[in-house]
């Protein structure tokens, strides 16, 4: 029955399911809400419900949906993305294997795209937040909050009821919807004062440890976010320095084993600060 709907058809079916799924949104009023509204309040409503069983019913219309949307953006493969010796003639001896490319990471056909996580490992709550948590977990579905969940569950049981994700590790998890393989979890440093020495190499084991479990899950390309910046409030310059410096001495010893790595940029003032570095 999914199949045979059209889009705005199947945005009203999963809209009414998830308020129905909602303890405190049941009664929400929807009816007189424009079509991006609607979108609006599917995302709300997938970004707040808290971890536990999904229904079939509702998680085939949310993957019939989530793919329609996905279609919809485009989906961007490697071949559509220039090296940065295609695109600039970087001189650098690993510029067949590296690429800069700005947009957004959900569109990605990767291997894996990497999520700036936060230490929970759930994603983000805030309805429609801006983070790319959000936009991760969003276009992949309810699914990855419930993976996260049980892997730490299991973590809390090993570790202690209030164990939290350390900064720099990196998790594996499915994609779900997304058009990659993997998402890559890792917790960057928050900056609240003064960078200094600790924080940076907290943000340089992020990119050790995503590129290690790359090496262990045989992931050849991997697209990265700009772990830390924004609202965690690394400075972009600095992030970008050890994002490069930290992927280039990867590529020095495990080359072999990586087809791309994709330094993946939303604002224009990163875009223009990678371009600085790469080139």
């Not at 009023?29 to 069983?53: H, V």
């Not at 890792?186 to 600790?198: F, H, K, S």
């Not at 087809?259 to 604002?267: D, G, L, P």
Request: with cysteine.
């Amino acid at each position: 029955m999914v199949a045979a709907m059209n889009r705005a058809e199947k945005t009203e079916v999963l809209l009414e399911k998830l308020k129905a799924d909602s303890v405190e949104y049941k009664e929400l009023e929807t009816g007189e809400y424009s079509l991006e509204e609607k979108k609006n309040a599917i995302r709300s409503l997938m970004n707040i419900r808290m971890p536990r069983e999904l229904p079939d019913e509702l998680t085939d219309l949310q993957d019939e949906y989530l793919q329609d949307e996905r279609e919809a953006k485009g989906i961007v493969k490697l071949a559509d993305i220039p090296t940065i010796k295609e695109a600039f003639n970087s001189k650098s001896p690993y510029g067949r294997k590296i690429s800069l490319w700005q947009g957004d990471i959900t569109r990605l056909e990767a291997g894996a795209i990497v999520n700036a996580a936060n230490s929970q490992l759930l994603g983000c709550f805030v309805p429609c937040h801006r983070c790319i948590d959000n936009a991760i977990h969003s276009a992949a579905g309810m699914q990855l909050r419930e993976e996260c969940s049980r892997i730490m569950s299991r973590r809390r049981q090993k570790y202690g009821r209030n164990y939290e994700e350390p900064t720099g590790t990196a998790t594996l998890t499915k994609a779900y919807n997304l058009p990659c393989n993997y998402v890559i979890h890792t917790v960057g440093p928050i900056v609240y004062g003064r960078l200094n020495d600790m924080l940076c190499r907290d943000l340089q084991n992020c990119y050790e440890n995503v590129l290690q479990c790359c090496l262990e899950h045989d992931i050849r390309s991997v697209a990265f976010c700009c772990i830390s910046t924004g609202e965690f409030h690394f400075p972009n310059d600095k992030a970008a320095e050890i994002a490069w410096k930290t992927v280039t001495a990867f590529l020095e010893k495990h080359g072999d084993c990586m087809e791309r790595i994709i330094f993946n940029v939303f604002k224009d003032n990163d875009l223009e600060l990678y371009k600085k570095i790469l080139v």
